[in-house]
């Protein structure tokens, strides 16, 4: 942990002030950072990255697909200005993504946000995250 208040959970974990990395290998080192994934690179504040290996873009919330350092890549990506983007890729296995598809990730990021709002320790983050990463 870099800054004040921030909280590194996992494996090789950078956490700036008031920032949380969980998972593996992320770096969220900057104020209002949040990674929760493996391979992770939170690039600005107030920046909000789930999954793995994410490029980095100046945006509010990135869902990264990428499979390691040198292979980045974003399935879905919140811009600060409301618009967004769905990667080419789409899933793992390239295959095409649907409105059902989309709005399952949208709900367990917005249920994921809601558990962590009402979280009363680290333990309760964790496994919000671990939902998360299994349903994204």
């Known amino acids: 942990v870099t800054g004040h208040y921030g909280v590194a959970a996992g494996f090789n974990n950078v956490a700036g002030t008031q920032a949380l990395a969980v998972g593996a290998n992320n770096k969220a080192d900057g104020w209002l950072r949040f990674a929760i994934g493996d391979g992770l690179a939170v690039s600005n504040d107030r920046q909000v990255v ?4 994410n490029k980095s ?3 509010a919330f990135i869902v990264g697909n990428g499979t390691s350092d040198t292979a980045r890549s974003n399935a879905f990506v919140v811009n600060k200005d409301g ?3 769905v990667g080419k890729q789409g899933t793992k296995d390239n ?3 649907t409105l059902e598809t989309l709005i ?7 249920e994921f946000a809601q558990s962590v709002s009402s979280a009363t320790d680290l333990t309760a983050v964790k496994t919000a995250a671990a939902t998360l990463l299994t349903a994204l």
């Open 50 to 53: 789930v999954g793995t290996y």
């Open 57 to 59: 873009p100046d945006a």
């Open 83 to 85: 618009s967004v983007e």
């Open 95 to 97: 295959s095409v993504v």
């Open 104 to 110: 399952t990730k949208i709900n367990a990021i917005k």
